[in-house]
T-cell receptor, first 112, second 114 residues
């Protein structure tokens, strides 16, 4: 069965600094990979998804992620953090939608 | 509707009671999912419906948990004899169909069992 591991339950950056949230996946077949964001007391929102097209995926709010098969990674990045980026971020993997599995999440804090 | 709607948003109950949580998916979405999110953890898969039938219920933790979707739209998650460990946010999501389509999540129902 597929799974994802998010390295670091909590990441803190200064406003304007690079954001890097790590995700490694385990899958026996080519996966679909997703990043979701969850703001306090809200549902999960899709940031971006990888579906075997371009390996560099651009999402909303300036985020992007790169699929690296050799490293089984799908790390999320943003060049310059904004205060409004503070939230919980979840990496997820699936082969088709009925088997989507989430990581434990990474809480991003942005310091002024 | 415009999004996935879940009711109630908050439910407080006593240990041993029965609760129902409702999910109204996006109109036309044939696939519906229930996840459970405990504090500080990622969403944990419970059950997946394709139309009216439960295509995968392997995530239901035990037989106290049951879900239905009788007309292929609204779904109800039912928990019998609630326990304190059932306290969590129960998330519902829907998608057009299986495949690489995106899951759209509701805001969740926060269940607290005293």
């Amino acid at each position: 069965a597929q799974s994802v591991t998010q390295l670091g339950s909590h990441v803190s950056v200064s406003e304007g600094a690079l954001v890097l949230l790590r995700c490694n996946y385990s899958s026996s077949v080519p996966p679909y990979l997703f990043w979701y964001v969850q703001y306090p007391n809200q549902g999960l929102q899709l940031l971006l998804k990888y579906t075997s097209a371009a390996t560099l995926v651009k999402g909303i709010n300036g985020f992007e992620a790169e699929f690296k098969k050799s490293e089984t990674s799908f790390h999320l990045t943003k060049p310059s953090a904004h205060m409004s980026d503070a939230a919980e971020y979840f990496c997820a993997v699936s082969h088709n939608n009925n088997d989507m599995r989430f990581g434990a999440g990474t809480r991003l804090t942005v310091k002024p | 509707g415009a999004g996935v709607s879940q009711t109630p948003s908050n439910k407080v109950t006593e240990k041993g009671k029965y609760v129902e949580l409702r999910c109204d998916p996006i109109s036309g979405h044939t696939a519906l999912y229930w996840y459970r999110q405990s504090l500080g953890q990622g969403p944990e898969f419970l059950i997946y419906f394709q139309g009216t039938g439960a295509a995968d219920d392997s995530g239901l933790p035990n037989d106290r948990f049951f879900a239905v979707r009788p007309e292929g739209s609204v779904s109800t998650l039912k928990i019998q004899r609630t326990e304190r460990g059932d306290s969590a946010v129960y998330l519902c999501a829907s998608s057009l169909d299986a495949g690489a389509n995106v899951l759209t999540f509701g805001a969740g129902s926060r269940l607290t069992v005293l």
